[in-house]
């Protein structure tokens, strides 16, 4: 039986793409921010319904943590995520590959996968490709990611080699492991996608030869992994420009854990469709929105008496309610509510901004937005 691609190519403007990505639970546009809720919630208070009023098109969960706590047995007893957080859209679950190597204590790779101590309470445990597709499949989500090795950047070049060649023969196992699971009569979702993620760290050549691999398994979408992790941004934009070409023009492609406005404007402009990062609901919490002029620290003085919204061109319910002298003075007085409508405004904007981008792709112009954007999202007022 032919597989049935669910991504759909709409439109290019250069090498910036415009497409849909069909999906069991529903088709989203892209390019696309998918709001990052790692342990089924997004930190500030927002829950599912907020999440529809803010133009939330995808969740993303965390594997490691959900199957830390609760525990992926009582969300596949309580019906899957979906159920259990009462979303109805697409959610991507990441294979939980990056926080066993960034939070896990004294991890120890092997060839079968990795034994690691609990970074909650020191519980020693194990987690390979198979156990990862396992915790997926009862989670239920929409999209899996594939079980790989987050690589420090920079590290040695024989050792991203023998790490990317590891991520390979995990990656065909996650594979096989999905396949068998979909197959089960009892699985939660049947129609579960897998994508692959691409490493090798800042090496060119490693990078292009593990993505022409990884490409020739015809998986559901591929994503650019181990980037954002401390290299200078023009390293990140250098392995987009040397690794999108070997992407497959009819698969969704994903650039994990990315970014600021203006690194979300420069990897589209570079062929990338999908972004998630935990910045927007951070900072919000700390004080710090985005805005169509740059990026302002709510709690500055000058903001004291000020009666106008957040941002005088946003439509989000912080902008359309309250004023910045009012958000100031529930940061300044600890209120748990600041954190919320900050959320609720850093959220909405990212939604917005990925929405205009595609809005500039249909009609032929993202080049004059990015002209017009991406240095001035930057900037701090």
């Known amino acids: 039986m032919e597989k049935k691609e669910i991504f759909t190519l709409i439109r290019k403007n250069g ?3 415009r497409g849909s990505v069909e999906t069991v639970h529903g088709t989203f546009q892209t390019p696309c921010f998918m709001n990052v809720g790692t342990a089924a919630a997004i930190k500030g208070g927002i829950s599912s319904p907020d999440l529809k009023g803010l ?15 609760p525990g992926d047995n009582i969300i596949r007893q309580m019906g899957g995520l979906h159920s259990f957080m009462n979303w109805d859209k697409p959610i991507l679950t990441d294979s939980g590959g990056f926080q066993v190597f960034s939070l896990a204590k004294l991890r120890k790779i092997k060839e079968e996968g990795v034994y690691f101590a609990s970074h909650i309470d020191g519980k020693r445990i194990f987690m390979g490709p198979e156990e990862s597709m396992q915790i997926q499949s009862n989670l239920g989500s929409t999209i899996a990611m594939a079980f790989d090795e987050c690589i420090e950047n920079p590290s040695p070049r024989k050792y991203v080699e023998a790490s990317v060649g590891r991520t390979t023969r995990w990656l065909k196992r996650c594979k096989d492991e999905m396949q068998r699971l979909n197959s089960l009569p009892d699985t939660i979702n049947r129609s579960q996608l897998l994508f692959g993620i691409n490493q090798g760290g800042t090496y060119e050549d490693i990078r292009i030869g593990h993505m022409q691999e990884i490409a020739a398994l015809d998986l559901d979408g591929y994503a650019i992994g181990g980037l954002a ?15 999108e070409p070997y992407m497959p023009e009819n698969k969704p492609r994903y650039l994990m854990g990315v970014g600021t406005p203006s690194n979300i404007i420069e990897a589209v402009a570079r062929g990338i469709d999908m972004f998630d990062c935990v910045m927007p609901s951070r900072n919000a919490r700390h004080a710090t929105v985005f805005t169509w002029s740059g990026i302002m620290h709510l709690k500055n003085k000058c903001y ?17 309610n309250f004023s910045r002298a009012y958000v100031r003075h529930l940061f300044m007085s600890k209120e748990q509510l600041a ?4 959320v609720q405004h850093n959220l909405w904007f ?19 937005f990015r002209a017009k954007y991406s240095e001035l999202l930057s900037e701090r007022i």
């Open 55 to 69: 133009k939330t098109q995808v969740e993303l969960c965390n594997t490691y943590h959900l199957h830390l706590r």
């Open 304 to 320: 004291e008496t000020d009666p106008r919204p957040i941002d005088e061109q946003c439509g989000c319910p912080t902008c359309r």
């Open 350 to 368: 990212y939604n917005t901004l990925t929405e205009k981008i595609r809005d500039a792709i249909d009609t032929g112009s993202f080049g004059e």
């Open 15 to 17: 090498r910036a793409r």
């Open 229 to 243: 992790v401390g290299e200078e941004t023009s390293e990140m934009y250098r392995i987009i420009e040397a690794v």
């Open 339 to 342: 954190g919320r409508l900050a």
